[in-house]
């Protein structure tokens, strides 16, 4: 079946946009995942989806970043007014439950550069 | 703060011989512990995961060992092939919590023919 999908795969914008990235998750699974990876630094969590329950924040790094999920399946992430510092390829991830430690499947990323 | 710390960055191997990646944690609470594999341009795939009741996990040319004591955990790829050469990310969680991964900073490995 179709795994996760990330859109776009590259977004190049200029510092002060704004950007939304767009992730669609396994049909089905109830968890869902942002992650950012810079270069040399490893994936950082972001923000975490459970089915219809408020969604874990505490990665996000500022306030210009936030992330919705509609209807329990896509997630958008946006980021206002972008900055250098924000360039990195943004990971989305989902899994089938959260709390046993399922597996989490990743989809490509989206790089994004801010010039 | 980094909560999982990997080693080497690097790593180069030569065909047949065995790779070693070593990783430790610091929060005790972590009941979960994968090993990621990632391409160039691809997402992170899972390879292989533990929890804290075993001691070594096998699977295939793929080995995960875990001291619980000194609150490290490591990958040994036997037999290593050109077609392993990767980044390798090890990660942690807490599953009673969000279950999202802690991870290390990853492990670029290049296995020459």
């Known amino acids: 079946g179709a795994g996760v999908s990330q859109s776009p795969s590259n977004k190049v914008t200029e510092k002060g946009k704004d950007v939304e990235l767009r992730c669609d998750p396994i049909s089905g699974h109830t968890a869902l995942y942002w992650y950012r990876q810079s270069l040399g630094q490893g994936l950082e969590f972001l923000i975490y989806f459970q089915g219809n329950s408020a969604p874990d924040k505490s990665g996000l790094p500022s306030d210009r970043f936030s992330a919705e999920r509609t209807g329990g399946s896509v997630s958008t992430l946006t980021i206002q007014r972008t900055q250098q510092e924000d360039s990195a390829v943004y990971l989305c991830a989902s899994s089938l439950v959260s709390v046993t430690g399922d597996e989490q499947f990743f989809g490509p990323g989206t790089r994004l550069t801010v010039l | 703060q980094q909560q999982v710390k990997q080693s080497p960055q690097s790593l180069i191997v030569q065909k047949g011989g065995i790779s070693i990646i070593n990783c430790a944690y610091e929060?005790?609470?972590?009941?979960?512990f994968p090993w990621y594999q990632q391409f160039p341009g691809k997402g992170p795939a899972l390879l292989i995961a533990?929890?804290?009741?075993?001691s070594e996990k096998k699977e295939g040319r793929f080995t995960i060992s875990f001291n619980k004591s000194a609150k490290q955990f490591s990958l040994h790829i036997m037999d290593s092939q050109p077609g392993d050469s990767a980044t390798y990310f090890c990660a942690a969680s807490q599953t009673t919590g969000a279950n999202n991964l802690f991870f290390g900073t990853g492990t670029r490995l290049t296995v020459i023919p």
């Open positions: 929060n005790t609470a972590f009941d979960y």
């Open positions: 533990i929890r804290p009741d075993v």
